[in-house]
């Protein structure tokens, strides 16, 4: 399993950004997926998760009506759409594999590296 | 949302230590309840998922118990490459999925 996060960068407050996880090794199509999000210094925030069929989704408080979660299969591509960005969203975020096939777990067993976004003016 | 607290915050253990963690949810949870390590500057890794369940290539020195609100995470004898933070995760709630604030082991 490699999960590769991409997008990651400086952005202004207000701004958009979207980050990219490039997943390989596993049926992709079989398997939910999350971005989890690690601020500086600190633990570890629950981001926002996407069901095998990305018919469902879910979203922290903290992102709702900002952050879109969204997949595609053909690439086996995971994004998340990031808008309104503000010093609050800076932090490391991971893209993280669903143990279980067929539904959402929140059982995260494979991670990516990671990649830094950074809110700043 | 569900509340997890982790205690202690930190810990200082030298090799060969027993070392336990201890996680609390704020509502009954059942086993839904995951272990993670982190090492610095690296990504979480899976050691144990429902609580018992070892992730695959953790070694078995590490063990879990406890049910609906209180959790353990063991560790019966420290090694070198266990010196990391450890965070608690609860998935019986899946929106939002929430983590404990972490316990950093380190060397004394």
């Known amino acids: 399993v490699q999960l590769v996060e991409s997008g990651g960068g400086v952005v202004q407050p207000g701004g958009s950004l979207r980050l990219s996880c490039a997943a390989s090794?596993?049926?992709?199509?079989?398997?939910?997926m999350h971005w989890v999000r690690q601020l500086p210094g600190k633990g570890l925030e629950w981001v926002a998760s996407?069901?095998?069929?990305?018919?469902?989704?879910d979203y922290a408080d903290s992102v709702k009506g900002r952050f879109t979660i969204s997949r595609d299969s053909s690439k086996n591509t995971l994004s998340l759409q990031m808008n309104s960005l503000g010093a609050e969203d800076t932090g490391i975020y991971y893209c993280?594999?669903?143990?279980?096939?067929?539904?959402?777990?929140?059982?995260?067993?494979?991670w990516g590296p990671g990649t830094l976004v950074a809110v700043s003016s | 949302d569900i509340q997890m607290t982790q205690s202690p915050s930190s810990l200082s253990a030298s090799v060969g230590d027993r070392v336990t963690i201890t996680c609390q949810a704020s509502?009954?949870?059942?086993?839904?309840l995951n272990w993670y390590q982190q090492k610095p500057g690296k990504a979480p890794k899976l050691l144990m998922y429902?609580?018992?369940n070892l992730a695959i290539g953790v070694p078995s020195r590490f063990s879990g118990s406890g049910s609906a609100t209180h959790f353990t995470l063991t560790i019966s004898s420290l090694q070198p490459e266990d010196f990391a933070t450890y965070y608690c995760?609860?998935?019986?709630?899946?929106?939002?999925?929430?983590f404990g604030p972490g316990t950093i082991v380190d060397l004394k």
């Open positions: 993280a594999k669903d143990l279980a096939v067929a539904v959402v777990s929140a059982i995260l067993d494979f």
């Open positions: 090794g596993f049926i992709f199509s079989k398997h939910g």
């Open positions: 996407v069901s095998f069929d990305g018919s469902k989704t």
């Open positions: 509502r009954d949870i059942n086993i839904n």
């Open positions: 429902d609580v018992s």
């Open positions: 995760q609860q998935h019986d709630n899946l929106a939002p999925v929430t």
